[in-house]
C-alpha cells in the first residue's frame, strides 16, 4: 500500500543489487586475466600476418633470421690513427666477452683458423679440382698461374704454401668466397669510403626476439667503448638489435606518459565538471572495468598484449567516461525535471479541492499514481530516455571497431578486439550498475552550469553558420578532387624507428657492403645434402648472370661448403702418389719449380684421398659456421631446410624477372625481392583495409537506417559525419602528410564516434527541444575524447599519433556540424518542460 | 817601335765581351740549374700531357723460392683520369683492368670484380703504375713518399708507401723516364723478390690509341721503333 510519508518524498525504490554482485565478480576475474597477461613491446605488432609462401619464409627470415642478429658500429671523430687502434680494441673486448658469435673489422688475424681449415681440405673444398686439373697439362697450367702471383703483394700471402700448395687451390678458394663488396681498409681496419668513420660488423649470440639479451650485448659495446670516449671518439650503433630494443623503450614510455597523461587529464575534466570526488569516483567505474575487459579479452583471443595495445587503449578512457559523464548528468536532470513536475501537481492538486469526500478517492489514485511516479527516480528516467540512444552510438561504434578485427596486422587486430570489448563492458555496467550505487546522478553541479550555458549558446549558434560551414565541407570536396591521391604510405612509416637512426642504418650498410633488404634466391630441401646441391645448381645459373652483367655477384653457401655429392667426386680424382709423381715431373720440366721440392704436395693430395667429407658439423670449430648458418638455416622436424642466396646488385637494379626465368629449371627456387614484396604486402593490406572500412561504414548507415527508419532523418544524421570526415582528410591531404592503414582506421573511428553525437542532435530534436543537460553532457564526453585522441597525436610512436591526429579533430568537427546541421526544432530550454524556473537543488 | 799588346780602346772592348761572355755564361749556368729544379709538380705535368697510351712490357720477375727468373710479357694501356689495363699475353694470358676503385681481373672464363681500396697490398702497386701514368700526383703525394730525381730528359720517381703495414710487404717502387713516357717498373717487395717491368710505347697511329685533340701530340720517345 501507498503511503505519503510527510516530508513529500518517496522512499527510495529498492533496486536488486544482483547486477551489482555479478559487476564485481566480472571485474575481479578480468583483473586476475589482466595481472597474469603476457605484455610485449616488439616490433612483431607492425608486421603483417602473412599469407603466401614466400612472404612467410620472408618475415621469419626479417625476424629471426641472422639479419635480426646484425649489428652495424661506427666510430666517430679523432684522428684516423687513433679511429683505428679503437676499431682493433673495441673488436678485441667484443670478441672476449662471449655475447658475439663474429665480431668483424677488416683485421685479418681472425681469419687465421678458417684460413687452416680450408687450407686442409682443400683438395674437397676448392672449385678448381676436376680430373683435368691433376693431367700433366693441367697441372703445368696451375703451376704456372701460381707461378704468375708470385712476385707481386699476393704472392707473399702463398709463398709459405706454395712447395704444399702448387696448383693454387687455397688461392681458387679465396677467390670464390672473397665477397665482391668490401669495405675500404686502411691501416689493417675497415673504414667508410664516405666519411671519417671507422667500421664494424658484428652478430649476436641472442636471438632477434630476445630483447633483453640483445639489451645486455648492447651494453657489453658501450661499457667497452666507455674509455674511447675521452679521446673524443663517439660510437654509433645502428641494426636491427638496436631498433628492437629502441623501439621497446620508446613504447613502455610513451605507454606510461599516455596512460597517465590520459589519467590525469580525464581526472581533471570530471573534477571540473561535477565538483565531486563521489562523482569522480562513480565515474571511473566504468573506465575501469573496461579497461580491465579490454586487456583480459586481448589476453586470451591473442594470448599476449601488445604494447601499442595499451597506449591505444588510452583512448579508451576518454569514450568510456562518456558513458558514465552521460548517465550522471543526465540522471539528475531527469530527477530535478521529476521533482519539479511532482511539486507542480501536488499544488495543482492543493489548489482544487471541491468535494473532499468525492475527490478523496480519486485524489487518493492521483496521489497513488503520483507517488509512483515521483518514486521513480534519475535513472529510470535516463533508462527510459537517454539509454536506448547511448546503447545505438555504442552499437555503431562497435561497429567501426569491427572492421579492425579483421585486419591483416596483429596491432590492428589487438586494438579492435580490446576496444569492443572495453566499450561494451563499460556501457553495460554504467547501464546496471550506476542505477545502483548514484540513482540520481551526480550530485554535484561544479562547472556544468556554465558548461550547460556554453554548449547551449553554442547549439543556438551554430545552426546561423550552417551556411559557411557547408562551403567549407564542399571546398574540401574540390581539394580532395584536385589534390594528388596522398595515400602514400608504407611499411617503414608504420615503424616507430625515426628518419636520423635509419639514415645512419644506410650509411653504415653502406659503408660495410651488407646487402640490405635487396633480392634474394630463397630454396628448400629436405637435407643438408640436398640443400647444398640445390644451392650448386642456383649458382651455376647465377654465374652465367655474373658474366652477362645482369648482377655483380652473390653469396651462397656451396660456396663455403659444396655438397657432399661434389666433394665426393674431387675426391675421387686425385691420383694417388706414384701417378701424381709421374705427371709432376713432365709437368715441371723446365720449369720454374722443381718436382724434387714438391714432395708435400703429392703426401697431401695422397691423404686427401681418404679424407672423410666435410659437412656443417665439421665447420664447427671455425669461423666458416657461422658465415654459413647466414645462407642455410637448418630444418628440424617437418620443417625443410632452407637455403638464402643473396644476390648483389651492381649499377644498375636487380631484374627479379630475369633471375626467375634463369633459374626456372631449379626445382623449388622462389627469387624473393624483400622491399617489393613487403610495399605490395602493405598495399595489399591498404586495399584491404579500405574494403573492411567501407564495409563498416555501410554497418553503421544501416544501423542508423533501421533505428531511424526514414531516408531523410538518416540523410540528416550521416550529413555532419561525412562532412567532417571529408574536412578531416582534405587538411592532411593539403598539408601533405603520406596517409596510410592507420589514418583510414582513424577515419572509420570518426564515423564510429561521431555518429554517437548526431545520434543524439537528432533524439533532442525529436523530443522537440535541446536542454541544456543534455548539451552539457554531450560536451564535456567530446571534450573527453578529444583530449585523449589528441593526446595520441603527441605521441612519438607513428602508429599512434596518424590515429590521433585523424580522431581528435574528426570528433571536434562532428560535434560541431551536428550541431550546426542538425537543426533543433526550438530554441534551447532550461531544466524541465514547465516555463517556470527549477529550485536550484 | 814595340806593339802594345792591346791598345785601351781594344782592352776595355776585350774586357767587356769576357764579362758579357762570363755574365751569359753565369746566367745560362743558372738557366740550367732551375731546368734541373725538376720536381713532382713538373714532372706530373709533363706525365699528364699524355692522356692516354698504350705499350708493351716485359716484366722479369726473382723470387727466391723459385729455380730461375719469371718472364712475362703483354701490353698495357691507360687513359686519364684512372683507368689502366694490364694484359699479360705470354706465358698465360691474363687481364687486369682498373677503373677508378674497381679492379677487375680476367683468367681464362673467371672475371672476378673487387674494389680497390679494400684490397690495399694490391692497390699499392696499382696506384704507383696508374698515378704515375696518368700524372696524378695527388694521389700519388697521399699513398707514398715521393722522391723525384734526374731532369726531364731521363727522370726517376721513387714511390716508398706511407702506410706501415704495406711498408712490411712492398718496400719501395721506382718509376723511370724520358720525358713524358715511362719506360721501366721495378718493384722491391719486402721479403728480398724483384720485379722488373720494361716498358716500350706503342706509336699512336700504330696503337690506335685515342687522342684528346685539343691536346698536342704525344711526344714520341727517342728510339721508338
Known amino acids: 500500500m501507498s503511503s505519503t510519508p510527510a516530508s513529500g518524498h518517496p522512499p527510495p525504490r529498492q533496486r536488486s543489487k544482483r547486477a551489482l554482485w555479478v559487476w564485481l565478480a566480472f571485474v575481479a576475474v578480468a583483473a586476475a586475466i589482466t595481472a597474469r597477461s603476457h605484455y ?128 693454387g687451390e687455397t688461392v681458387r678458394m679465396a677467390e670464390a668466397m672473397l665477397p665482391s663488396h668490401a669495405p675500404r681498409s686502411e691501416d689493417g681496419v675497415w673504414v667508410s669510403r664516405s666519411a671519417p668513420r671507422a667500421v664494424l660488423v658484428a652478430t649476436t649470440r641472442a636471438a632477434g626476439a630476445d630483447l633483453d639479451a640483445q639489451e645486455q650485448a648492447l651494453d657489453t659495446i658501450r661499457r667497452a667503448f666507455a674509455p674511447q670516449q675521452a679521446n673524443g671518439l663517439r660510437l654509433a650503433l645502428s641494426g636491427a638489435p638496436v631498433f628492437g630494443v629502441a623501439s621497446r623503450a620508446q613504447i613502455k614510455a610513451e605507454v606510461e606518459r599516455l596512460a597517465i597523461a590520459g589519467s590525469v587529464v580525464i581526472v581533471a575534466l570530471l573534477l571540473v565538471a561535477f565538483g565531486s570526488l563521489r562523482a569522480l569516483g562513480t565515474a571511473v ?27 591505444f587503449g588510452t583512448t579508451l578512457i576518454g569514450e568510456a567516461v562518456d558513458y558514465a559523464i552521460y548517465y550522471l548528468i543526465q540522471a539528475r536532470a531527469g530527477r530535478a525535471r521529476r521533482d519539479a513536475m511532482k511539486r507542480d501537481e501536488t499544488d495543482a492538486a492543493a489548489a482544487a479541492v471541491p468535494n473532499r469526500a468525492a475527490d478523496a478517492v480519486a485524489r487518493h489514485g492521483r496521489d497513488d499514481l503520483a507517488a509512483e511516479a515521483s518514486r521513480q527516480d534519475g535513472a529510470d528516467h535516463w533508462l527510459a530516455t537517454s539509454w536506448p540512444t547511448v546503447r545505438l552510438g555504442l552499437l555503431t561504434s562497435l561497429c567501426g571497431f569491427a572492421a579492425l578485427v579483421f585486419s591483416g596486422f596483429p596491432g590492428l587486430a589487438q586494438l579492435g578486439v580490446f576496444s569492443i570489448a572495453g566499450l561494451v563492458a563499460a556501457a553495460f555496467g554504467t547501464r546496471y550498475v550506476f542505477p545502483i550505487l548514484s540513482p540520481d546522478g551526480a550530485p554535484g553541479i561544479g562547472l556544468r552550469r556554465r558548461l550547460g550555458r556554453f554548449a547551449g549558446a553554442g547549439a543556438a549558434l551554430l545552426p546561423r553558420a550552417r551556411m559557411p560551414l557547408l562551403v567549407v565541407s564542399i571546398g574540401a570536396v574540390v581539394a580532395l578532387w584536385l589534390l594528388p591521391s596522398p595515400w602514400r604510405g608504407d611499411l617503414a612509416s608504420l615503424s616507430p624507428v625515426g628518419a636520423a637512426q635509419l639514415k645512419l642504418d644506410a650509411e653504415l650498410r653502406a659503408d660495410v657492403g651488407a646487402s640490405d633488404a635487396g633480392t634474394l634466391v630463397a630454396l628448400s630441401a629436405p637435407d643438408e645434402a640436398t640443400a647444398l646441391a640445390v644451392a650448386e645448381r642456383a649458382g651455376a645459373r647465377l654465374d652465367a648472370l655474373v658474366q652477362a652483367g645482369a648482377i655483380d655477384g652473390y653469396e651462397s653457401p656451396a660456396r663455403l661448403l659444396p655438397s657432399p655429392a661434389t666433394q665426393a667426386a674431387r675426391r675421387a680424382v686425385l691420383p694417388d702418389a706414384p701417378t701424381l709423381e709421374a705427371r709432376l715431373a713432365t709437368a715441371t720440366a723446365q720449369g720454374p719449380l722443381a718436382a724434387s721440392r714438391l714432395g708435400g704436395f703429392v703426401s697431401d693430395v695422397e691423404r686427401a684421398r681418404s679424407q672423410p667429407i666435410v659437412d656443417r658439423a665439421a665447420l664447427a670449430a671455425t669461423p666458416l659456421r657461422q658465415a654459413l648458418d647466414a645462407l642455410l638455416v637448418p630444418g628440424a622436424g617437418a620443417r625443410p631446410w632452407r637455403v638464402f642466396i643473396n644476390l648483389q646488385a651492381g649499377a644498375k637494379p636487380i631484374d ?99 555518429s554517437n553525437y548526431a545520434l543524439f542532435f537528432d533524439h533532442l530534436r525529436m523530443t522537440g527541444g535541446a536542454d541544456v543537460d543534455t548539451l552539457a553532457s554531450l560536451a564535456l564526453a567530446n571534450l573527453t575524447t578529444v583530449c585523449s585522441f589528441g593526446l595520441l597525436a603527441l605521441s612519438s610512436i607513428p602508429a599512434l599519433y596518424a590515429i590521433g591526429e585523424v580522431v581528435a579533430p574528426g570528433a571536434l568537427l562532428c560535434l560541431v556540424l551536428s550541431a550546426a546541421f542538425i537543426r533543433a526544432g526550438q530554441p534551447p530550454r532550461p531544466h524541465g518542460k514547465m516555463p517556470r524556473p527549477a529550485p536550484a537543488p | 817601335m814595340p806593339r802594345q ?221
Open chain 1, 285 to 311: 567505474l566504468p573506465v575501469a572495468t573496461g579497461v580491465l575487459a579490454g586487456i583480459a579479452a586481448v589476453s586470451l583471443g591473442f594470448g599476449q598484449v601488445h604494447g601499442v595495445t595499451l597506449g
Open chain 2, 5 to 225: 799588346p792591346f791598345p785601351p780602346i781594344e782592352r776595355r772592348r776585350l774586357l767587356g765581351r769576357i764579362s758579357a761572355f762570363a755574365l751569359a755564361g753565369c746566367l745560362g749556368a743558372g738557366a740550367a740549374r732551375a731546368a734541373d729544379a725538376f720536381d713532382l709538380a713538373a714532372l706530373m705535368k709533363l706525365l699528364a700531357s699524355v692522356r692516354t697510351g698504350e705499350a708493351t712490357f716485359v716484366e722479369r720477375r726473382e723470387v727466391a723460392v723459385l729455380d730461375r727468373t719469371v718472364m712475362s710479357s703483354g701490353r698495357l694501356s691507360f687513359e686519364a683520369p684512372d683507368t689502366f689495363v694490364r694484359e699479360t699475353l705470354k706465358p698465360q694470358r691474363d687481364r687486369m683492368a682498373v677503373t677508378g676503385n674497381t679492379l677487375t681481373l680476367s683468367r681464362g672464363d673467371r672475371t672476378r670484380t673487387m674494389q680497390l681500396d679494400a684490397a690495399p697490398e694490391a692497390a699499392v702497386i696499382v696506384e704507383a703504375i696508374r698515378g704515375t701514368l696518368t700524372g696524378n700526383g695527388g694521389a700519388l703525394e697521399r699513398a707514398f713518399a715521393t722522391t723525384v730525381s734526374g731532369s726531364a730528359e731521363r727522370w726517376s720517381l721513387d714511390l716508398v708507401p706511407r702506410d706501415a703495414r704495406l711498408r712490411g710487404q712492398v718496400v719501395s717502387v721506382r718509376v723511370s723516364g724520358e720525358q713524358a713516357v715511362v719506360r721501366e717498373v721495378v718493384v722491391l717487395l719486402a721479403d728480398g723478390d724483384r720485379s722488373v717491368m720494361t716498358i716500350e710505347p706503342l706509336p699512336a697511329r700504330a696503337a690506335g690509341a685515342r687522342t684528346d685533340p685539343a691536346q698536342p701530340a704525344p711526344r714520341a720517345a727517342s728510339g721508338t721503333p
Open chain 1, 40 to 167: 610485449v613491446a616488439d616490433l612483431s605488432a607492425f608486421l603483417p600476418s602473412a599469407p603466401t609462401a614466400e612472404q612467410a619464409v620472408l618475415l621469419d627470415q626479417v625476424q629471426s633470421g641472422v639479419a635480426a642478429r646484425l649489428l652495424l658500429i661506427g666510430i666517430d671523430g679523432g684522428d684516423p690513427a687513433a679511429r683505428a687502434d679503437a676499431s682493433r680494441s673495441l673488436a678485441a673486448a667484443m670478441r672476449a666477452s662471449g655475447r658475439f658469435e663474429a665480431v668483424h673489422n677488416g683485421d685479418t688475424a681472425e681469419f687465421q683458423t678458417s684460413g687452416q681449415f680450408l687450407f686442409e681440405h682443400r683438395y674437397l673444398l676448392s672449385p678448381a679440382v676436376d680430373a683435368a686439373r691433376f693431367t700433366a697439362d693441367g697441372l703445368r697450367a696451375a703451376i704456372d698461374e701460381t707461378v704468375a702471383l708470385l712476385g707481386t703483394p699476393a704472392g707473399a700471402l702463398i709463398k709459405p704454401i706454395l712447395l704444399r700448395d702448387p696448383t
Open chain 1, 656 to 754: 627479379a624477372a630475369q633471375v626467375r626465368s634463369a633459374l626456372v629449371d631449379v626445382p623449388g627456387a622462389r627469387v624473393v625481392h624483400i622491399k617489393a614484396e613487403l610495399d605490395a604486402l602493405y598495399a595489399r593490406y591498404l586495399h584491404e583495409a579500405m574494403w573492411q572500412a567501407t564495409a563498416g561504414a555501410f554497418a553503421v548507415c544501416l544501423l542508423l537506417a533501421l533505428h531511424l527508419r526514414s531516408a531523410r532523418r538518416l540523410l540528416q544524421v550521416a550529413e555532419p559525419i561525412a562532412a567532417s570526415v571529408v574536412i578531416v582528410l582534405a587538411a592532411l591531404a593539403a598539408s601533405g602528410a603520406a596517409l596510410g592503414i592507420l589514418h583510414l582506421v582513424g577515419l572509420l573511428l570518426v564515423v564510429a564516434i561521431g
